[in-house]
């Protein structure tokens, strides 16, 4: 188990959780405290003494899974899969689990529901021994075998027919509920047997399980999204207070004439201690275009919902998108809707396109200049989001030169991933050179570290 | 210690009126046994300060409290010299004798009859132990967040005039976080981590039912549910466990026995503080219908 500990630290480190030693060293300090057999008594001690970030949790929590999986097979268990007697057909075994799954949760016996599950993943997921793969087929495959749909319908016909009418429950959730269990069990049960075949270290690899703030925006899968967008808000909030911290302690702090001479007299006329002025907070001005054509519109989207969860950062900020032309849409996100509601009209009712919807930088650029260029004042900034994939269209740079000349700063963020820049249509570096800073940004570390320091 | 096990600290939780999941009880016992603080972060209102109080209660310890803000310095947060006393005793001490003295007064205004003691010493000095706890701590700046540093991991403070102080025990420090910005690596190394995240339903109504005595078991659990029905929302600011139970007792005072949707619009303004999330909400139950909850 030690050298199990050392492992799952050390891939912890590798997915970019920093695990210091001395916290190694409380987690082992921890340990001859706690019952270890208990597993969630074994987890939360080392979630206290090694994960110190709430965003780190998530991954924390998939990995122990793959370092400590549950007990190994226990008596009951092996009694069912070993019995050479009783070798159902598959759609005979399936109908049966699929009743001892209903019982199980009707009853509420997690155990019952658990041998159930484990039983159909040996029979169903048929699972390849060697073979280097994460598992979210076999899981696939068990899910369709039992057949969530009939699961479910068995459960709500139960319910109708239990005692439990005290309580009114609401049947979506009920059900919801019921299938992320299913699945859970399910896919844990999965991952324990490859553990057993391949080892923690090699499925771990496999699995290849990010942060959220790792995740490429662009090719993010619907999970990794949600989980991006957990921690959107919480790192929106810290960005603006760590904002409006650097403009105040940048200016200097003037005396306070007045109060310090107040409190010397207290000290005989001596000035004991001398009082500063508060510094007035000065905030930035902000203006955002960005490209929403197909390719990069979930990076345009993120973007926007950063910046605008964190507008108290900022004394103005006004965002336009563009396609082939260019519109304006600071006015969905001032009303009293959510970002969420503000996003869906920007995607809805923007007017961007005006030939063919293919993206064409030049053209937007100079829609841009003649329709919004008093939006830029010598406080603004400037932020592009794009690829600069131009299309193969003129891309007119010297309308950004003159954007830049009228802006404060002018910045372009890239979501593709660096080794693609200037390959085939992009034309990033012609824009670069009328930019004060041109950045990698694919992921929401990097849009992270660009606010912190560009804006 | 009192703390002899996880189950214990729960059951002692418990008894006092705080109602803890697997992960608080085992935190706070891992800190009182390793001796370590405890870095408590989660949205504002999910009990993280009652939590530290909750356990200088049950253990009959003193809290000694230090409320952070932008601005606390070392004179506010450890120790400071009574200047005030200082500048008369020089001034008796002129009237009398005269320069001679001065090596005498300076160590005599430098000793501990002229220390005021702040909060973070004080929990060092008193003789029985104390609950230390440090409250929102993200508010101080990264430069003050220095001044704990000896204080949580060495539990000793260093004075320049007196030395070092010695602890004369180890209190049991809790530090709480609103999370508004990324405390340093420094001080979270030194503590254990704790996330106190709204509770699920089930503890949630448990919740209800505790504090709020005479509300149905029904309908407690229609209030856990639409309530965090509404966290899912995106909305400005998510209902706290105490607005949960204001709503919940105000509900109880209404002699209301059971949910429905017209109740729910009418009180929505005891769980929402903003009017645009109680009109998106508003908007939300009219289209979904029974929607949430």
Known sequence: MNDQLLAFVDVLREGNVKVSQAEVVDAYGALPLIDVMDRSEFRETLAATLIKDVKHRALFDRLFDVFFPLGPTNAEESEFVNDPEHTPSSEDLADELREQIVDALLENDLLALRLALRRAVTRFAGIEKGRPVGGVYYTYRTLRQIDLEEVLKGFLYGLSFGEDTTVERDRTKATEGVSRLIRSEVESEVLRRLVGDRGSRAVAKTLALKLPEDVDIVHASKDELEALHKVMEPLARKLASRLAQRHISQRDASLDFRRTVREAMSYGGTPARVYFRKPKVSKPEVVLLSDISGSVASFARFTMQLLYAMTNAFSKIRSFVFIDTVDEVTKYFSGGESIQGALLQVTTKAKVVGLDGHSDYGNSLSVFEERYLEAITKRTTVIVCGDARNNYHPPQEEVLGRIKDRAKKVFWLNPEPKSYWNSGDSVVSIYGQFCDGVFECRTLRQLEEFVVRGV | ?293
């Not at chain 2, 016992?29 to 603080?37: S, T």
């Not at chain 2, 010299?81 to 005498?104: C, F, H, M, P, S």
């Not at chain 2, 003691?117 to 132990?129: D, F, G, K, Y």
């Not at chain 2, 109504?205 to 856990?224: F, H, M, P, S, Y």
Request: charged share 30%; with cysteine; glycine share 6%.
């Open chain 2, 1 to 293: 210690m009192k703390f002899d096990s996880i189950s214990s600290v729960e059951d002692q939780l418990r008894a006092n009126g705080y109602l803890p999941n697997k992960e608080i009880a085992t935190v706070v016992y891992l800190a009182a046994r390793l001796e370590k603080p405890v870095l408590i972060e989660g949205p504002a209102g999910t009990g993280k300060t009652e939590l530290a109080k909750t356990v200088a209660a049950m253990t009959a310890m003193d809290l000694i409290r230090l409320q952070c803000y932008e601005g606390l310095d070392e004179s506010k947060a450890l120790y400071e010299w009574n200047y005030r006393k200082q500048l008369l005793r020089i001034q008796a001490t002129k009237d009398v004798a005269g320069e001679a003295n001065w090596d005498l007064l300076s160590e005599d205004i430098f000793s501990e009859e002229y220390l005021l003691e702040r909060p973070l010493l004080r929990a060092l000095r008193t003789p029985r132990q104390s609950v230390l706890l440090i409250d929102e701590v993200d508010r101080l700046e990264v430069e003050a967040e220095a001044l704990l540093l000896e204080v949580l991991s060495d539990f000793q403070v260093s004075i320049p005039e007196l030395g070092t102080v010695a602890p004369k025990q180890i209190p049991l420090v809790f530090l709480t976080s609103n999370g508004t910005r990324d405390l340093s690596e420094a001080l979270k190394r030194r503590c254990l981590f704790l996330y106190i995240d709204y509770p699920d339903i089930e503890r949630e109504k448990e919740i209800i039912d505790t504090k709020i005595t005479g509300v149905e078991e029904a309908l407690a659990r229609q209030i856990a549910e639409f309530v965090s029905g509404l966290r899912a929302l995106d909305i400005k600011k998510k209902p706290s466990i105490s607005e949960t139970l204001d709503w919940a007792a105000s509900l109880l005072e209404m002699g209301v026995g059971s949910l429905d949707k017209d109740i729910k619009r009418e009180t929505l303004s005891i769980l929402l503080k903003y009017r645009s999330d109680i009109h998106a909400v508003r908007k939300h139950l009219d289209s979904k219908g029974r929607g949430i909850g």
